[in-house]
């Protein structure tokens, strides 16, 4: 994930990857891998940003020391937790969808070891984000998703999701979220915590709805019937 996946690519070589991956990830959602391409190889700024809040936290200092992975091998332990608890909530996240944490495409274009994880780790706390707001996996749900994430870190790739996302949803989905799930979306990203600063880890044990309150998250609202 940090050297050997790793390719150094020039300006030019940078703007073609980051139009193929744009173009082909509007074109086919589901391609994670260009999903992925996009957001590092528009992202630096923003992952350097995240970079020294990071250094300036605590526990976002203790993140990056340590290097966490979100992978089955790390956090299998989340699916033997009580039921109240942010870990299990995890857990039956992915369990109910049969995601897999091992899932993750590897970074392959940042300049730094640093910025390499630090682009790893915003890919893999995803799932745990989506678990603490309490949104689907639909097009509705990530595209609110990218919206928060958007705030929290300012990724343009995040923007052009929702973007991408919106122009695919019907007259009805595109009512739906701009009404009721974007207007929650900019009010829970500005009110919640620095999300990247979170050693989630360490809190699985912790109650559910108290870790929202810590956090100052505001779960996504049902959606009018």
């Not at 994670?32 to 020294?52: C, K, M, N, W, Y």
């Not at 990071?54 to 699916?79: C, D, F, N, Q, T």
């Not at 343009?156 to 701009?178: D, H, T, Y």
């Not at 880890?201 to 959606?223: M, N, S, T």
Request: one cysteine or more; a neutral charge.
């Amino acid at each position: 994930m940090i050297e050997g996946a790793r390719v150094r690519l020039n300006g030019w070589q940078q703007v073609a990857v980051a139009v193929g991956s744009a173009v082909g990830a509007l074109l086919d959602p589901r391609r994670a891998d260009l999903i992925a391409a996009l957001g590092e190889t528009t992202g630096r700024p923003a992952f350097e940003s995240v970079l020294q809040r990071m250094k300036r936290s605590p526990e976002g200092r203790a993140v990056l020391l340590e290097r966490p992975r979100v992978i089955y091998e790390k956090v299998g332990h989340a699916w033997d937790l009580p039921p109240n608890t942010f870990g299990a909530a995890y857990a039956s996240f992915m369990g109910s969808r049969n995601f897999s944490p091992d899932d993750r495409p590897p970074v392959r274009f940042m300049d730094t070891d640093e910025l390499a994880y630090v682009a790893m780790r915003a890919r893999e706390v995803h799932d745990f984000w989506h678990t603490l707001f309490g949104l689907p996996t639909n097009l509705i749900g990530e595209s609110a998703l990218k919206v928060i994430e958007f705030q929290q870190m300012y990724l343009p790739m995040c923007f052009l999701s929702v973007i991408g996302g919106s122009a695919r949803f019907s007259e009805k989905q595109r009512k739906l979220f701009f009404q009721h799930y974007f207007p929650w979306a900019i009010r829970a990203g500005m009110r919640s915590t620095d999300l990247m600063c979170v050693y989630y880890e360490q809190h699985f044990h912790e109650d559910l709805e108290d870790l929202r309150k810590k956090w100052g998250i505001v779960p996504a609202p049902a959606a009018p019937v």
